[in-house]
């Protein structure tokens, strides 16, 4: 069975502090790797990819450990905005067509 | 920015009826998915589909589902004989499958099975 697995939260903090999430995927063979962020209510919406070279986008890092089975996702600077859930999902092949599974969801609550 | 659009975005239905969920994918991309989400819990791989057939289907999508793109723009979801369990939010994805892997989901379709 293919599990991502996410610390639930909720992570609560103030404006402006770093604010750091992790993942563990199941499958070895598993080939890309994405965070997204979900509103209440709302759809999935892709935040960015990890590269096994980790990668950043703005306040946004995101690292991959292959070895470990592992991905992290790091905000900085945290805004109100970014309150919402964030999504460890993995593309379960090398093919677009291939699912993807998605973990539970990390809750981030970020207050003034 | 191009969307997946979905229609209709709630539907309530009676148990044992049949419901057919919409989506118009993003018009250049090739492959497309159904998942579903029931309140509070994880988002569920339902189906995949690729050159006008599935590709992929999880335990999930048994004989009770089926998946179709009649007129080459739309790609619809059907439920037949609904159960109160098939209450959950559906949400249709779309992907270029050209070097991006980064799905576009629709705003969802929430179905109140009663």
């Known amino acids: 069975r293919k599990e991502v697995e996410q610390d639930p939260g909720p992570f609560n903090v103030p404006e402006g502090a770093t604010v750091a999430f992790n993942c563990t995927y199941s499958?070895?063979?598993?080939?890309?790797f994405f965070w997204y962020r979900q509103d209440c209510r709302k759809e999935p919406k892709l935040l960015m990819s990890v590269y096994s070279s980790g990668n950043e986008d703005g306040r946004f890092t995101a690292q991959l450990n292959r070895a470990s089975q592992y991905i992290s996702l790091l905000i900085r600077d945290s805004k109100l905005s970014d309150s919402a859930t964030y999504l460890c999902?993995?593309?379960?092949?090398?093919?677009?067509?291939?699912?993807?599974?998605f973990g539970g969801g990390t809750r981030l609550m970020v207050k003034p | 920015e191009p969307e997946v659009t979905q229609t209709p975005s709630h539907q309530v239905t009676q148990m044992g009826q049949e419901v057919i969920l919409r989506c118009v994918p993003i018009?250049?991309?090739?492959?497309f998915y159904w998942y579903r989400q029931i309140l509070g819990q994880k988002v569920e791989f339902l189906v995949s589909f690729y050159n006008n057939e599935i590709s992929e289907k999880s335990e999930i999508f048994d004989d009770q589902f089926s998946v179709e793109r009649p007129d080459g723009s739309n790609f619809t979801l059907k439920i037949r004989s609904t159960k109160l369990e098939d209450s959950a939010m559906y949400f249709c994805?779309?992907?270029?499958?050209?070097?991006?892997?980064?799905?576009?989901f629709g705003s969802g379709t929430r179905l109140t099975v009663v």
């Open positions: 994805a779309s992907v270029s499958g050209r070097g991006d892997y980064g799905y576009t």
């Open positions: 018009s250049n991309h090739l492959y």
């Open positions: 999902v993995v593309n379960e092949g090398n093919n677009a067509g291939n699912m993807l599974t």
């Open positions: 499958n070895s063979a598993s080939q890309s």
